[in-house]
């Protein structure tokens, strides 16, 4: 089984920060993207930031030059350092996992993983 385990959700004052962590765990071989999504009440799951094996990112116009996001390679483990928080950065976040090789059940396959999301709540 390959599972993304995601930690660092917490309620923040506007202007605080936070850092989100997201470890994939399993026989993993490789990898490409990893990276975050978010979804807020009432709103379509969003991307907030992506990584590929590569290093290059990409970020969602609203949280640039705020967030920042890092990968461990060794560890198959992204973060997101979040600054400069705002009531509108208030979501779930998802950790996810592009293009993922890895054994599972005796079988060498290949997909997509989610994290089961972390809640951010930005609010005085």
């Known amino acids: 089984q390959v599972q993304l385990v995601e930690s660092g959700g917490d309620l923040v004052q506007p202007g605080g920060s936070l850092r989100l962590s997201c470890a994939a765990a399993?026989?993993?071989?490789?990898?490409?993207?990893m990276g975050w999504y978010r979804q807020a009440p009432g709103n379509e799951r969003e991307l907030v930031a992506r990584i590929n094996d590569s290093g290059a990112k990409k970020y969602e116009d609203s949280v640039k030059g705020r967030f920042t996001i890092s990968r461990d390679y060794a560890k198959n483990t992204v973060y997101l350092q979040m600054n400069s928080l705002k009531p509108e950065d208030t979501a779930v976040y998802f950790c996810?996992?592009?293009?993922?090789?890895?054994?599972?059940?005796?079988?060498?396959?290949?997909?997509?993983?989610w994290g089961q999301g972390t809640q951010v709540t930005v609010s005085s």
């Open positions: 399993g026989s993993i071989f490789t990898m490409n993207a």
């Open positions: 996810y996992a592009e293009d993922l090789l890895a054994l599972v059940n005796g079988t060498v396959t290949r997909g997509d993983y």
